[in-house]
């Protein structure tokens, strides 16, 4: 319904904006047909004319870029909600069975793992808005230390095989160190943070078969790559660059099966450029698979 009511008023201001344009095109026309010998009011007509012009067409982008806006916001909030209330709801459900039933103890050792598991995907919940609401705050880094990139990477690694429970054959890791080794100065919460949100997409966004490849690589004196490859959905070209803005997720019907905030790209983005680095993304396309490359300076 809301999202009807949105697509209508931007049909709206794009015909209003067309049709204030086709206006302005045929004052202008008639105008200068009649007064054709006044050449100093002329070219104030003409001057006026682009600035009508130019005013409309900015105001109709603008408006088209706030209601889309909107849109993002909406379903970021929709998102939230849902990621909260999921495993509250099933927390409620465990103790209220625990309250009112007799459970056998190998069951009540059960519902206890759900429920921290539960618990866990609200912590990391709120942790990601949280991390998102600091990311926009451009403030020096507090807690900097001598971090090595691969090991930080090993430990992501091993942990996203156990919360998702994957075979171990579809995680490829390869190192390409020379004997510096990959050493970074940053804050390790925050890379850990990075190098998380890009293999939870990765594993997210692989589909049915996970096949993701993971490489910590030195590129030259100043420069240490993490690049995450999987064999997943892709990234529409034109859409490579949005990816990592607040709130941004790709548009598209295939899009509809995954859920999510929006926001972890953001944060990876924000986070690599407070310390020096870059982040990209690269994709054939649709059903194409994605690589994600970081950037980041040698310590
Ligand atoms: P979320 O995953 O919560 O939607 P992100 O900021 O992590 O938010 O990602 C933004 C968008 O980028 C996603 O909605 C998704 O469309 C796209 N994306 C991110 N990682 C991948 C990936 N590995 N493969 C395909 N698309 C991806």
């Not at 156990?162 to 390409?176: G, I, M, N, Q």
């Not at 100065?185 to 966004?205: C, H, I, M, P, Q």
């Not at 096949?211 to 030195?218: F, H, L, N, S, Y």
């Not at 295939?254 to 790209?265: D, Q, S, V």
């Amino acid at each position: 319904m809301r999202l009807g009511g949105r697509r209508k008023s931007v049909i709206f201001f794009l015909t209003l904006g067309v049709c204030l344009v086709a206006l302005a095109l045929a004052l202008n026309v008639g105008w200068i047909l009649l007064n054709w010998r006044e050449v100093a009011l002329l070219v104030l007509g003409v001057v006026v004319f682009v600035v009508i012009i130019t005013g409309v067409v900015l105001n109709t982008t603008f408006l088209i870029r706030e209601i889309r806006r909107n849109e993002q916001h909406d379903a970021f909030i929709n998102a939230v909600t849902h990621e909260l209330k999921t495993p509250i709801t099933s927390i409620r459900l465990y103790l209220e069975t625990l309250k009112t039933r007799e459970v056998s103890d190998a069951r009540r050792r059960e519902f206890y793992d759900i429920m921290l598991a539960d618990s866990a995907r609200l912590m990391q919940t709120v942790e990601q808005v949280l991390r998102a609401g600091r990311a926009t705050h451009k403030q020096r880094r507090s807690n900097a230390s001598v971090i090595n990139l691969g090991q930080l990477t090993r430990e992501c690694l091993e942990l996203i095989r156990v919360r998702y429970d994957l075979d171990p054959a579809s995680l490829h890791y390869t190192e390409t160190l020379d004997e510096a080794g990959a050493r970074v100065s940053g804050d390790t919460d925050e890379l850990r943070a990075v190098v998380s949100n890009l293999l939870d997409n990765a594993v997210k966004y692989s589909d049915k078969e996970i096949d993701i490849a993971v490489e910590v690589a030195t590129l030259d004196e100043r420069r240490v790559a993490l690049r995450v490859s999987d064999r997943g959905v892709g990234i529409p070209r034109a859409q490579l660059k949005r990816i990592f803005r607040r709130f941004y997720r790709v548009q598209g019907g295939f899009m509809k099966r995954f859920k999510g905030t929006g926001l972890g790209l953001f944060i990876v983005r924000s986070v690599v450029e407070r310390h020096g680095g870059r982040v990209f993304a690269e994709s054939a396309g649709v059903g194409r698979g994605s690589t994600f490359t970081i950037l980041l300076p040698r310590a």
